[in-house]
């Protein structure tokens, strides 16, 4: 079944406007991942999360294990945001397995 | 910061025919990994690889594919013959096993197999 499901599938927002996006995770966890993927699909890290809240700019990670969930907040969006945001659980394998969402495409508009 | 590269960042090749996937990880990583992404689908595992043997690989991971890393090398993925599906971004990656800071990924490699 699905490890990790990432929600909403798309988001639009007015520049200014903030966005949540959420990662439900069904396996348990070392880590969750967050990546913004760039329309030619490179891959940027944005945060690796074990647990608790993690801040860089104008983004908040927070994950929180025991409700199984992790979240990446967007504060004051901004036009150059748009792309799809990726989370990537890491599995408590010991390989670091990622088991990726299927991703939220955000679009913000001027 | 650390890079991974690939290479090349688009192939195109003939059903039946082989190729092969290079890799250039973070110097001091110890780990890595390929995943395939399908156009405007999810991005999933295929295999992971350390100490020169693979430890885990997927469903996805089918008998014509293979990986090595010989003498600290590219880190390659071969396939071998190609079929139609597996026309996808392929995306390495490299972690030194240990947080912070997860993996970090290559730029893909598109391939496209007719």
């Known amino acids: 079944g699905q490890q990790v499901q990432q929600s909403p599938a798309s988001l639009v927002l007015q520049e200014g406007e903030n966005a949540e996006l959420q990662c439900n995770f069904s396996?348990?966890?070392?880590?969750m991942q967050w990546f913004y993927q760039r329309p030619g699909g490179s891959l940027v890290s944005l945060f690796y999360?074990?647990?608790g809240t993690k801040h860089s700019g104008r983004l908040t990670s927070t994950t929180v294990i025991k409700e199984r969930r992790s979240s990446l907040h967007i504060s004051s969006s901004q036009t150059t945001d748009s792309g799809t945001y990726l989370c990537?659980?890491?599995?408590?394998?010991?390989?670091?397995?990622?088991?990726f969402g299927k991703g939220t495409s955000l679009t913000v508009i001027p | 910061g650390p890079k991974v590269l690939q290479i090349p960042s688009h192939q195109i090749i003939d059903m039946g025919q082989m190729v092969t996937l290079n890799c250039d990880p973070v110097?001091?990583?110890?780990?890595f990994y390929w995943y395939k992404q399908i156009l405007g689908q999810q991005m999933e595992f295929l295999v992971n690889?350390?100490?020169?043997?693979?430890?885990?690989k997927s469903k996805l991971f089918k008998d014509q594919f293979s990986v090595e890393r010989p003498d600290g090398s590219y880190f390659t993925l071969k396939i071998q013959p190609t079929a139609l599906e597996d026309s996808a971004v392929y995306f390495c990656?490299?972690?030194?096993?240990?947080?912070?800071?997860?993996?970090?990924f290559g730029p893909g490699t598109r391939l496209t197999v007719l």
């Open positions: 990656a490299s972690s030194s096993g240990q947080g912070p800071y997860g993996q970090f």
């Open positions: 396996t348990s966890l070392n880590s």
């Open positions: 999360n074990p647990s």
């Open positions: 990537a659980l890491d599995p408590n394998t010991g390989y670091q397995n990622f088991y």
């Open positions: 110097s001091n990583h110890l780990y």
């Open positions: 690889f350390y100490n020169g043997k693979v430890m885990e």
